[in-house]
């Protein structure tokens, strides 16, 4: 990938995870990328494919985040950490860039939801992989479960502003469900 599509695709991840897909035109994207309208054509389609390059570009992010972490129930702590921590850094504004884009797009274009789809299989395939060398019970269904409390805490944390709900899950998903 060249560096001015990557950096297209950072800028463009970043506005639209902060005022959402539908509030971020090409032009907003371009004026802060610095580049002219004929640069953007050059590297993607339309603003559709650059949407499908973002969805990519998290999803390599959270493989790239999983991957560095041990495969067991304190890695997957340490992993969720890395995503609560990044929600405190951004004083709980935002929300999941994922979740957000889920929210936003997966009934508008079935291109979007499946590769959306592919970020949700792979957390909760590599978390269940986990649960299932820790021996957990039901591994499949309870990474189901993880990942959509993930979501939901997320969620909450970034209408409360508070972390709260960050001990939450910790108690009840390390605690609880996979004691």
């Given amino acids: 990938m060249s560096?001015?599509?990557?950096?297209?695709?950072?800028?463009?991840?970043?506005?639209?995870?902060?005022?959402?897909?539908?509030?971020?035109?090409?032009?907003?994207?371009?004026?802060?990328?610095q580049i002219p309208k004929g640069?953007?054509?050059?590297?993607?389609?339309?603003?559709?494919?650059?949407a499908l390059c973002i969805i990519d570009f998290h999803i390599n992010r959270?493989?790239?985040?999983?991957?560095?972490?041990?495969?067991?129930?304190?890695g997957l702590k340490e992993f969720f950490n890395m995503f609560f921590n990044m929600l405190r850094s951004m004083d709980y504004k935002k929300g999941c860039p994922v979740g957000n884009l889920i929210l936003e797009l997966a009934d508008e274009k079935e291109t979007f939801r499946i590769r959306l789809l592919e970020w949700l299989r792979f957390l909760e395939n590599g978390i269940g992989h986990v649960l299932k060398k820790?021996?957990?019970e039901s591994p499949e269904s309870k990474a189901a479960f993880i990942v959509a409390t993930f979501e939901g805490?997320?969620?909450?944390?970034?209408?409360?502003?508070s972390d709260k709900y960050f001990k939450?899950?910790?108690?009840?998903?390390f605690n609880d469900l996979l004691k």
Avoid: P, Q, R
Avoid at 39 to 50: C, R
Avoid at 168 to 173: E, K, L, N, T
């Fill in 39 to 50: 640069s953007f054509y050059h590297y993607f389609k339309s603003k559709e494919d650059l």
């Fill in 168 to 173: 939450v899950f910790h108690d009840h998903i």
């Fill in 134 to 136: 820790e021996n957990i």
């Fill in 153 to 161: 805490i997320i969620m909450n944390t970034k209408l409360e502003k």
């Fill in 62 to 74: 959270t493989k790239a985040m999983f991957s560095s972490v041990d495969e067991s129930k304190d």
């Fill in 3 to 33: 560096g001015k599509k990557e950096e297209i695709i950072l800028i463009g991840a970043e506005l639209i995870h902060e005022y959402g897909y539908h509030n971020v035109g090409i032009k907003k994207i371009l004026d802060v990328a």
